[in-house]
């Protein structure tokens, strides 16, 4: 049984969470870092825009929510814009998988399928339609590399970045989405945000998705996670990088 590092949930800045995991994606392709799950909050509010989307509305430069500004961020990683509030996102960096890029999502994705399962909510990949290219909003429409409820809403959006034989997948999952919020940034979004059949909320709804998630991935994957926070250490060679 392999063992993975698991790192506590952490709350930070767009800029530093990207930082953070190409850092652990690039301490993994040289040999130097273990597979690792994480699971982070972006605070403030932001939006992470793909690493090729360059086309997104002015308007986004002067977002404030709560009387502060909303960061845009460009992730790592490929994809449309994904407003990060009311989130939690997960960071998984591996390697050796042999599939194709679509194998290897879904490879990677069978944990949170499991994990969402036994929190009696069902989740099937998503179809783009032929507007996804033009759509800014990555949660506006569901690849088959997104995961979908029941009802068609979207309640995960993955996207994947790739060292040599390293990957690195993260993805927001909506947990508490502000509907008034959505729908300015995202124009009528709120219809499609999702509906949790949960009772708890916050801090507990947060504690509860990682618990189930990580004791999936262990079943999943069949490894052994260890909880290492980051080291001080760690955290200079990280913000050396942030720069």
């Given at each position: 049984?392999?063992?993975?590092?698991?790192?506590?949930?952490?709350?930070?800045?767009?800029?530093m969470q990207m930082a953070i995991d190409q850092w652990l994606l690039k301490q993994h392709?040289?040999?130097?870092?273990?597979?690792?799950?994480?699971?982070?909050?972006?605070?403030?509010?932001?939006?992470?825009?793909?690493?090729?989307?360059?086309?997104?509305?002015?308007?986004?430069?002067?977002?404030?929510?709560?009387?502060?500004?909303?960061?845009?961020?460009?992730?790592?990683?490929?994809?449309?814009?994904?407003?990060?509030?009311?989130?939690?996102?997960?960071?998984?960096?591996?390697?050796?998988?042999?599939?194709?890029?679509?194998?290897?999502?879904?490879?990677?994705?069978?944990?949170?399928?499991?994990?969402?399962?036994?929190?009696?909510?069902?989740?099937?990949?998503?179809?783009?339609?032929?507007?996804?290219?033009?759509?800014?909003?990555?949660?506006?429409?569901?690849?088959?590399?997104?995961?979908?409820?029941?009802?068609?809403?979207?309640?995960?959006?993955?996207?994947?970045?790739?060292?040599?034989?390293?990957?690195?997948?993260?993805?927001?999952?909506?947990?508490?989405?502000?509907?008034?919020?959505?729908?300015?940034?995202?124009?009528?979004?709120?219809?499609?945000?999702?509906?949790?059949?949960?009772?708890?909320?916050?801090?507990?709804?947060?504690?509860?998705?990682?618990?189930?998630?990580?004791?999936?991935a262990s079943d999943c994957f069949d490894i052994h996670l260890e909880s290492q926070p980051?080291?001080?250490?760690?955290?200079?060679?990280?913000?050396?990088?942030?720069?």
């Amino acid at each position: 049984m392999k063992t993975w590092r698991l790192i506590p949930l952490i709350q930070a800045s767009g800029q530093m969470q990207m930082a953070i995991d190409q850092w652990l994606l690039k301490q993994h392709a040289s040999g130097d870092h273990p597979p690792t799950l994480r699971f982070y909050t972006w605070s403030p509010v932001a939006i992470s825009l793909g690493y090729h989307q360059h086309r997104y509305p002015d308007e986004w430069k002067q977002l404030s929510w709560h009387g502060k500004p909303i960061e845009l961020v460009r992730r790592p990683s490929g994809g449309r814009a994904v407003l990060h509030q009311g989130d939690l996102t997960y960071a998984v960096i591996t390697s050796g998988l042999s599939g194709n890029r679509m194998q290897d999502y879904q490879a990677i994705c069978e944990f949170l399928i499991e994990g969402w399962r036994s929190l009696n909510v069902d989740l099937h990949y998503g179809q783009a339609g032929r507007n996804y290219i033009q759509n800014p909003n990555c949660f506006g429409t569901a690849t088959v590399a997104d995961l979908v409820m029941s009802d068609g809403a979207k309640l995960i959006g993955s996207a994947q970045l790739r060292q040599g034989n390293a990957i690195l997948q993260h993805g927001s999952m909506r947990l508490e989405p502000d509907e008034e919020l959505f729908d300015r940034v995202f124009d009528n979004e709120s219809a499609n945000l999702p509906n949790l059949p949960l009772s708890m909320q916050g801090e507990a709804l947060i504690q509860t998705v990682i618990e189930t998630l990580v004791q999936s991935a262990s079943d999943c994957f069949d490894i052994h996670l260890e909880s290492q926070p980051l080291t001080e250490t760690e955290w200079h060679a990280i913000q050396a990088t942030n720069v």
